[in-house]
Each structure stands twice: as C-alpha cells, then as structure tokens.
C-alpha cells in the first residue's frame, strides 16, 4: 500500500493566488514526521517545511504552510500568494517508524505534484 | 559552505561496466543516504548511513554498494551496470535520523 498519495500529478495557478497541494499518508505509529521538498527544472531538491506529528500548531515557513489534519491523516501545503518561481514539482515524504531493530528512521516519498504558475 | 556534494553530474555506461558515484558534504552530518529517482515513482532509498561506520540496505538495495570512507563522504558502487539502472541519483544528508534531509544536484546516469 502506497504510503505517501500525492493525487494531483498536475496543478495550475495564477501568479499571486493561493494553493493547495495535496498529501495524505499512511502510518499506524505514533511519532512520525512530514516533510514537504520543492524540486525545480534545474533537478535539485529543497527542503521547504516540515511538520511532526506531535505538533500542535500547523508549520509555517514563509509563504509556505502545512495543513496538518491528523484525524484524516493528511497534510497539504498551502503556497500563498504564488510565484512564477514557484513552478515545480513538490514532493510530499514522511519519516517512517523503525526499520528493522535499528530504530533508524528513513523517509518515504510520494509519486510528486508538478505545479505550474501562469502569470 | 558546498552543502552536499556530487560527482559526476552525468554519466553514460554500457553493460556490465563498474562505476563509483561520490559524495561529500561539509556540514558536519551524521546520517546520510543514497536514492534513486525514476519517473512516476518518486525517491526511493538505496542505501543509507545513519552514522560513520554503518551502513544499511533501504528499499532498492540490489546492484549497489556503498561504502562510508568517513564522516563526510558517502559512496554508492555499481559493480555491473544493467539498464535497469538507469536512473537520478540523489546522495542526502541530514543532522540526525529525525531532522530533515539536505540533498545533493543529482548524478543523471543512463546504462546502455
């Protein structure tokens, strides 16, 4: 079972709006963490935000946040107020629980939403 | 600081030829990680290093190796390339297990 569902492959907006991409996961444990990764034309990846499961209140990191419902087990990024820079595929990952008996925790990464800002 | 650090940038290989893809970074990481991105299926993990002096296999480990030279530097081997390998690379850093990754430009490979 997929872990990590990005369901958008593909998502247009206008310069200067708002929007949602969208992340749902799946985990039976307790402590996990979400991360949000930005990965443009030229190939490289970038951490943007990043939220634990234990965290109260929502991540916010400049124009980016994280709408983290944990009953619903999902956790969008919200761009606001898009860019023309902003065009690129985002990938969703979550910080599974213990592989093996290493405690190590690896992270998980979803299929990615390619965004695209029109002006 | 460089950050995280990959060579080479692109390479063709035929196969059943070896090849030893390097990374570096400079920012007093523990862990670090190999993975290999394809088109539809996102990063997968190949191998990692949760600190210097170990290494375990992740999700895609078969046809790889790695080796941890030390704190900084993170290899991946391939003993015999297949096209099945063809693929984006990405070598990643991170503090600790917990804290987010910092990832390399990437090494486009294409096994002929």
């Known amino acids: 079972a997929q872990k990590i569902t990005q369901t958008q492959p593909g998502m247009f907006v206008q310069e200067k709006e708002a929007v949602t991409l969208d992340c749902t996961y799946d985990?039976?444990?307790?402590?996990?963490?979400l991360f949000w990764y930005k990965q443009p034309s030229s190939g490289e990846m970038i951490f943007l935000i990043y939220?634990?499961?234990?965290?109260?209140q929502n991540a916010t990191e400049g124009r980016y946040s994280l709408n983290f419902q944990k009953a619903r087990k999902s956790a969008n990024l919200v761009i606001s107020a898009s860019q023309l820079g902003d065009s690129a595929m985002y990938f969703c990952?979550?910080?599974?629980?213990?592989?093996?008996?290493?405690?190590?925790?690896?992270?998980?990464f979803g299929t990615g939403t390619r965004l695209l800002v029109s002006p | 600081n460089a950050g995280v650090t990959q060579t080479p940038k692109f390479q063709v290989l035929k196969t059943g030829q070896s090849m030893t893809l390097q990374c570096a970074q400079d920012m007093n990481h523990n862990s670090m990680y190999w993975y290999r991105q394809d088109p539809g299926m996102g990063l997968r993990l190949i191998y990692y290093?949760?600190?210097?002096?170990?290494?375990d296999k992740g999700e895609v480990p078969n046809g790889y190796n790695v080796s941890r030279l030390n704190k900084r530097e993170f290899s991946l081997r391939l003993e015999s390339a297949a096209p099945s390998q063809t693929s984006v690379y990405f070598c990643?850093?991170?503090?600790?297990?917990?804290?987010?990754?910092?990832f390399g430009p990437g090494t486009r490979l294409t096994v002929l």
């Open positions: 939220q634990g499961s234990y965290d109260e």
């Open positions: 290093s949760a600190s210097e002096g170990t290494t």
């Open positions: 990643a850093s991170s503090f600790d297990r917990y804290n987010e990754q910092f």
């Open positions: 990952a979550m910080r599974e629980g213990p592989l093996m008996n290493t405690g190590f925790q690896k992270l998980v």
């Open positions: 985990t039976s444990d307790q402590s996990y963490g």
